[in-house]
């Protein structure tokens, strides 16, 4: 059990989530194959205003007050942090780096291990402000199934475990081996579960055709 | 208008044609229900949920999950009742003006707007002696 879940299925993983990402990403193209500008382009002879750097700031501080910086400051901030050290924290971590370069020859950037054990903790701390929210504002728990909880623990998991290895507390072998085992987990459901938003968030907001668009995407479903 | 409401309860639920309706548009509204993160951020972009005092059905996420998703879970599979069900909030909770605002981008509008379509296919829609001072009509 231990060397498959340190072996096999750490390469089982990746390709699950490499093929699952990849399907996805070809159903979501095959499925939007129609265009339509619901809000085209500025013809070429009206070209637009230029804006100086001054105004440019401006308009983007104006235009944060329409979104959820406005609604939900706190929400906003815990969420950008989580889903950027989600990311980002294991990425860039030590430990993982020498994996990579004993397995590959090739590692990215490490940060120092007690900067990543801190990014670690943010994690930790905004999974649990999204349970809190889950438990006790009545309108995040009017939509909330155990599903979601699960996913939460999906996504966090990892985190938790990584951080428990780290200081060593509990088992460390068994600790280690839920860590390994937790991340599997996570790759692999990305792509078939709730998880899953971290493709569409990019798909939805820059090539389909809307009002909240980042981009003036023409897809259509 | 008695009778016509009368024969929306009395008539019998097609759920072949529910299932086959569902199943026309299931590319794109099963990944729509699967990704909604549930993070009821839609919430203050519905001037209902605003109006009335916050009140978590109104909210864009809620109306869907208990309307589309509803049918979608129960594969169509499902009685006069709760097809009524799903009319009052897709109907009277809902109006479609279109400006509830999803962070991760997904259109609440076209699935509101297809549960009603799917409501439709069995005759379930609303009546003009149904209307009420905070009613859709």
Redesign the interface.
Known sequence: MVDFVQGPLISIAFIVFILGLLFQWI??FR?TRKKEWGHPPLPREIKPEKKTAGKIVASCLTSLKGT?WK??PV?TVV?TVFHVLLIGAPLFLLGHNILLYQSWGWSLFSLPEALSDGLTLIVLVCGAYFLGRRLL?????????LY?YVVLLIAVAPFLTGFFAYRQWFHYETVMMLHILSGNIMLITIPF??L??ML??F???FF?G?E??FLRGART? | MDQAISNQDMKEVDAKKIKELLNRRKGKMKRFLSYCAHCSLCAESCFLYMKYKKDPRYMPSYKVIHSLGTLYRKRGKVDRKCLNEIKGIVWRNCVLCGRCYCPIGIHVPSMIAFARAVLRSQDIHPQHNEASSESWL
Request: zero cysteines; hydrophobic letters at 45%.
């Open positions: 159903q979501f499925l959820l609604t939900d929400l969420t504002v009545a309108r995040v728990r009017a939509i909330t199934t979601d579960t709730k899953g938003h569409f968030f798909l939805y907001r389909l809307g909240y668009g479903w």
